[in-house]
C-alpha cells in the first residue's frame, strides 16, 4: 500500500489552533497537515498518575481536536518516547516535511536537534519557529553582543524593539484550513495514556480582573491577576495576542509579560542556572537544608500565616499568588536556610503553570543568588507582609480555616532567623 504524502505539525506547548506560527506555515505546504501532540515517556515516567498539568494537556488537545473534527480532520495522538515515535511514524507515512514551534528549555533543545537529525537522516526537512515569545535568544542583546542580566535595561531595550515594529505579528490559519488532513484518527481516554482526571483544574484567564492591575496586583485576596500562567506555559493562548492587547490597555501588565521574557532568555543564554547559583559568588552559603523545617514548610505549618497559607493554596489548587510566592521563597531560603533548589523543585512538582524559566529566575531572584536578585541582607518580614497585603486577614482564612481558633507558634523568631540569614550570607560569599 502506498503510504500518504503529507506534512506533519507537532504541537508541543503551542496547544492552540488560533494564532499559532509553526501550524500557520505548515499549512501553506503542499500536502495535507496531520497535526500531531506526542505524550512523551521520558517525562510523563517522573509524574503522579493524576497530575494535573497533564489533565490540562488532555484537555486542550481534546478541544483542539473537536475543532478539527468540524473541519472533517483530527489530531493524532502519540504516546512512547519521543524518538520511538518518531521513527514509527517515519514507518507510517511518507512525511514530507515536519513543523514546529521552538521550546528554549535545555531538555527540549537537546530532544529537538536529535529528532531533527534523525528526520534529516530520513532526507526530511524539519522547519522551526518563535511563537513561545516575541523575542528569542539573541534578538534583544546588549551593545556588545552579550545577553542582558539586568532587567530594567532588557525591558527597555524590549520595548524599544516591540514599538520600531508597531506590534507583534499575528497569523491567521483560517484561509488555509481546508489543508489539514482528513484522517479521522482515535482519540484516546486519559486512561490509556496511563493517567486520571486531576480534582486540581486550571482557572481560566481572566482580563477583565486586570483593569486596575498595577495598584491591586500585590494583594492576593483581591484575585486581580490574569490567571495566564498555565495558558501562557502550555500554549492555549498566543503571546502575541496578548503583547499587543497588554500594549494597548496596561502597561503595567506588559512589563511582567516582560519578566517572563527575560527569563527564558535567561536560561537559553545561562543553561547552568537551573542547578547552579546564578552568582557563583554565592556558593560557599552554608545552608542548613533542615529536613524537618523543610516539611513544615512544604505542609503549610511554619506558624507565619502568610507562608502557610500560600503553602496551603498551592497544595490544594496548584496555584499560588506571585507576593505570597516571594514571600514564601524569601521565608525557605533566609528563614530556614534552605537551597532554593529545594524549593524551586517543590514548586516544580505543584505548579500548574510551572516553566522551567520563570521557576528557576524567580527562585534565584528570592535568594539573593541569581542575576538582578533581591540583595542577600533584604528578609521579609512575614508578619509586615501580611499586614501591608492581607490587612484584613481575608486571604489567610480562606486557606487557614482554624486560624481564628488559635494559630500555631512561628517555628522560628523572626528578628533571630534575619540576624542569622545576614550571618550565614556574610561568610558565605566568596569575596
Ligand atoms: P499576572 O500577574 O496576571 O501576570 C501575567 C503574566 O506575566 C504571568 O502569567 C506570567 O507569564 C508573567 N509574569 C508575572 N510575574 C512574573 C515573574 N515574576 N516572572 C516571570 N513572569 C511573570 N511564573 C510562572 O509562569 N511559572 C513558574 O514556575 C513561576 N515560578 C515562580 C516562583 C517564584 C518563587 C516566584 C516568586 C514567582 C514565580 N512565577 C512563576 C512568577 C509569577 O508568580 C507567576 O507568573 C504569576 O503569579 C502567575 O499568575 P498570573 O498569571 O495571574 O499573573
Request: hydrophobic share 40%; with cysteine; aromatic share 16%.
Amino acid at each position: 500500500m502506498t503510504k500518504q504524502k503529507v506534512t506533519i505539525f507537532w504541537f508541543r506547548r503551542d496547544l492552540r489552533l488560533e494564532d499559532n506560527t509553526g501550524l500557520f506555515h505548515a499549512l501553506q505546504s503542499d500536502f495535507p497537515v496531520v497535526p500531531l501532540f506526542i505524550f512523551d515517556d521520558d517525562i510523563l515516567e517522573h509524574l503522579p498518575k493524576n497530575d494535573a498539568r497533564v489533565t490540562f494537556i488532555y484537555d486542550s488537545l481534546e478541544k483542539i481536536n473537536s475543532e478539527l473534527n468540524k473541519l472533517d480532520s483530527s489530531i493524532l495522538i502519540k504516546k512512547g518516547k519521543t524518538k520511538d515515535v518518531w521513527e514509527s511514524l517515519i514507518e507510517e507515512f511518507d512525511i514530507q516535511s515536519v513543523f514546529f514551534n521552538k521550546d528554549y528549555e535545555p531538555f527540549a533543545i537537546k530532544r529537538d536537534n536529535a529528532i531533527s537529525s534523525l528526520l534529516k537522516e530520513n532526507n526530511i526537512e524539519s522547519f522551526s519557529f518563535k511563537d513561545h515569545v516575541i523575542f528569542e535568544e539573541k534578538e534583544i542583546t546588549k551593545a556588545d553582543g552579550l545577553p542582558y542580566t539586568v532587567y530594567t535595561p532588557y525591558k527597555n531595550k524590549w520595548l524599544e524593539k516591540y514599538h520600531l515594529s508597531g506590534s507583534a505579528p499575528e497569523y491567521d490559519s483560517a484561509p488555509f484550513q481546508s489543508n489539514f488532513a482528513k484522517d479521522k484518527f482515535k482519540f484516546p481516554d486519559l486512561a490509556e495514556i496511563g493517567f486520571e482526571r486531576s480534582s486540581i483544574k486550571v482557572q481560566p484567564h481572566n482580563l477583565t480582573q486586570i483593569a486596575h492591575y498595577k495598584e491591586t496586583r500585590d494583594f492576593p485576596a483581591l484575585d486581580s491577576t490574569s490567571y495566564l500562567s498555565p495558558h501562557l506555559r502550555f500554549g492555549t493562548v498566543s503571546i502575541r495576542k496578548l503583547v499587543n492587547w497588554a500594549n494597548r490597555k496596561n502597561q503595567t501588565f506588559l512589563s511582567e509579560l516582560i519578566w517572563r521574557e527575560f527569563f527564558i532568555q535567561i536560561l537559553f543564554s545561562f543553561p547552568n542556572c537551573v542547578n547552579h547559583n546564578f552568582k557563583s559568588a554565592y556558593d560557599g552559603i552554608q545552608w542548613r537544608n533542615n529536613e524537618e523545617d523543610f516539611k513544615r514548610w512544604c505542609s503549610g505549618t511554619t506558624g507565619y500565616p502568610m507562608v502557610d497559607a500560600g503553602m496551603r493554596q498551592l497544595n490544594e489548587t496548584g496555584y499560588m499568588h506571585n507576593r505570597v510566592r516571594m514571600v514564601v521563597a524569601s521565608f525557605l531560603c533566609k528563614h530556614l536556610l534552605i537551597n532554593w533548589q529545594w524549593g524551586e523543585a517543590y514548586f516544580a512538582e505543584k505548579l500548574l503553570d510551572f516553566e522551567l524559566a520563570s521557576n528557576a529566575g524567580n527562585w534565584q531572584w528570592a535568594a539573593g543568588t541569581g542575576c538582578d536578585a533581591a540583595p542577600y541582607f533584604r528578609v521579609f518580614n512575614p508578619e509586615i507582609q501580611q499586614k501591608k497585603f492581607d490587612e484584613k486577614g481575608e486571604y489567610i482564612r480562606k486557606w487557614i480555616p482554624e486560624f481564628d481558633f488559635g494559630y500555631a507558634e512561628p517555628m522560628v523568631d523572626h528578628a533571630f532567623a534575619r540576624d542569622r540569614a545576614i550571618a550565614t550570607y556574610k561568610k558565605g560569599i566568596l569575596k
